[in-house]
Each structure stands twice: as structure tokens, then as C-alpha cells.
């Protein structure tokens, strides 16, 4: 049976003027017989009946199958970071690569997407059998990822929650979190980040941070403390027992980053810290 969606190996079982038809190898006889059409210009040169090609099979703009051995963006099953094209009053068209863009229907989409952007989508069958997109990814990304920690990786944030951090696609395709208690970056939907993997959990899913190594960021916190605590007059109004939302907020670090930094101030003679401040000496 012809599969929509995939990149599938077909066999050459008739020629026309206007291209070639495929089926599955040794389909002669089934209900296959017709075979789905290779337009002309995709045909290689040389390709004669019982050549087999590998072809992607889709349903072109009059809703007909259709092969073309151009490779998509995406296939079923699967996400990719695509471009929006176009947005008209049905959703929004997307570039996978082929002549036909991919609909990312209203209902699909996460948020309002606007021409030029790019988003993380899933490809998956609509109910008439057709292909479509989906902002709601998660069900399609991947846990068995080739990381480990300490690992740099790149990936896609697909979602911001308050309650958990936010949401990466590792190399469009693999589950990662980057915890709440990074929200300092300020992380968007849409953005690319460059991270390191912090944990593999045991399913398999990735904890994520974007801190460099404690060692090698501790300088460059403990010279940004010293920058904010002067802008207070040389005084903070809290010690270094303060909630992790007010360092966030005043010092874009996290608690520990912080405790780290002033521990390394406090070791250089350059503070000292009371019951109520942090002093620059």
C-alpha cells in the first residue's frame, strides 16, 4: 500500500509522455497496478519500467497522489523548524520544500503565527487523508537522543511555561527543558539556543541549562555583582539569603550562580555581607 507522507522506494511499472508510474516492487496484478504518477521533470534520465526510484508521495493542489523524488523538509511522524509562507483565512502555509506548501490549519498552531516566521511542526494526517502541520509537538519528539551531560547541543524553544521553564526541541527533534530557574535568559518561543545538556533522565529526556561551566563563568558573575551592588551606592538592600526571584530580577542569575559569585567575593575581601545587606569594602 502507497504510504502519504514518507520517503518510500517504488518500482516503475508504466511510461508516459508525461512522466512515469510507481508502485510497490512486484505490485503487477494488485490493486496497485495503476500506480502513482512521476511527473516528467522528476524523472531521472535513463529510468525505464521495473527501475526502482525512491520517491516522496503526497496529494498535489487537485487533491490527486503525486511522487516527486525531491526530499521534503519533513515527513510523517516527524518535526522540522519550517517557514511560514503565507497566512490566508484557512491557516497558514508553510515551506516543506515541495511545489504544494503544508497547511498549518488555526487550531494547530500554538499561537498566531505571521508571515516570515519560523516555527517547530510535527507532519501528520488530517482526517480526509491529507497532510498537515501541528505547533503541538510534543507528542512527536524523540527521548533516545545521542547526548550526554555536559554535551553542547542547539535547539528550538517551542514553548514557555511559567510553571515548568521552557520547552526545547534538540535539533528539531529530541525532548529537552530548560527549568524554570533559567527564566534569568529570558527564553521566547521561536528562539534558537545554544546549550548544555545538564541531566539524561531516565526516560531518556534532556535537563538543559545555559550556563557555561560553574568554573568558568564565576569571574564574570562575580565582576557583574560587583557592577549592580555599585549601582545601589555600593549597598544592596538584601543579603545573599534573598529569593531566587529577586536575584533573578536584579542580577539575571540564578541562586546558585549567585551564592557562587559572592562566595568568591567574599573570599577576595572585596564584600561583606550582614543580616539585612551585601557591601562593596
Known amino acids: ?7 518510500q522506494t517504488l518500482q516503475v511499472i508504466k511510461e508516459k509522455e508525461f512522466g512515469v508510474y510507481l508502485a510497490e516492487p512486484d505490485a503487477a496484478g494488485t490493486e496497485q497496478e495503476k500506480g502513482v504518477l512521476l511527473p516528467k521533470k522528476q524523472v531521472p534520465a535513463g529510468t525505464k ?3 526502482r526510484l525512491e520517491v516522496f508521495v503526497y496529494r498535489d493542489s487537485e487533491d490527486r497522489l503525486i511522487a516527486t523524488t525531491t526530499v521534503p523538509k519533513v515527513t510523517l511522524g516527524n518535526t522540522a523548524v519550517l517557514e511560514v509562507k503565507e497566512v490566508s483565512k484557512i491557516g497558514a502555509f508553510l515551506d516543506m520544500g515541495l511545489e504544494r506548501d503544508l497547511l498549518l490549519p488555526f487550531r494547530e ?3 498566531p503565527v505571521r508571515k516570515g516566521e519560523r516555527c517547530l511542526i510535527a507532519l501528520y494526517l488530517d482526517k480526509s487523508k491529507r497532510l498537515a502541520a501541528t505547533m503541538r509537538v510534543y507528542p512527536y519528539l524523540k527521548n533516545a537522543s545521542p547526548y550526554q551531560a555536559g554535551d553542547e547541543v542547539g535547539g528550538f524553544v517551542y514553548e514557555v ?13 529530541y525532548y529537552g527543558l530548560l527549568p524554570k530557574r533559567e527564566r534569568y535568559a529570558g527564553f521566547k518561543v521561536g528562539q534558537e539556543v545554544h546549550v548544555r545538556v545538564e541531566k539524561v533522565r531516565e526516560d531518556g529526556k534532556l535537563d538543559l541549562t ?3 561551566r560553574a568554573y568558568s563563568e564565576i569571574d564574570s558573575d562575580a565582576a557583574h555583582i560587583l557592577q549592580v551592588i555599585g549601582e545601589f551606592d555600593d549597598c544592596l538592600p538584601f543579603n545573599d539569603k534573598a529569593s531566587p526571584e529577586v536575584i533573578a530580577r536584579e542580577f539575571r542569575l540564578s541562586k546558585n550562580a549567585f551564592k557562587r559569585a559572592v562566595g568568591r567575593l567574599l573570599k577576595e575581601g572585596k564584600i561583606e555581607i550582614t543580616d539585612k545587606h551585601i557591601k562593596i569594602k
Open 161 to 173: 511555561n511559567e510553571e515548568n521553564g521552557a520547552f526545547v526541541a534538540v535539533d528539531e527533534r
Open 109 to 111: 498552531q500554538t499561537h
Open 210 to 212: 545555559s550556563r557555561g
Open 49 to 51: 519500467p521495473g527501475d
Open 1 to 7: 500500500m502507497l504510504e502519504i507522507g514518507t520517503l
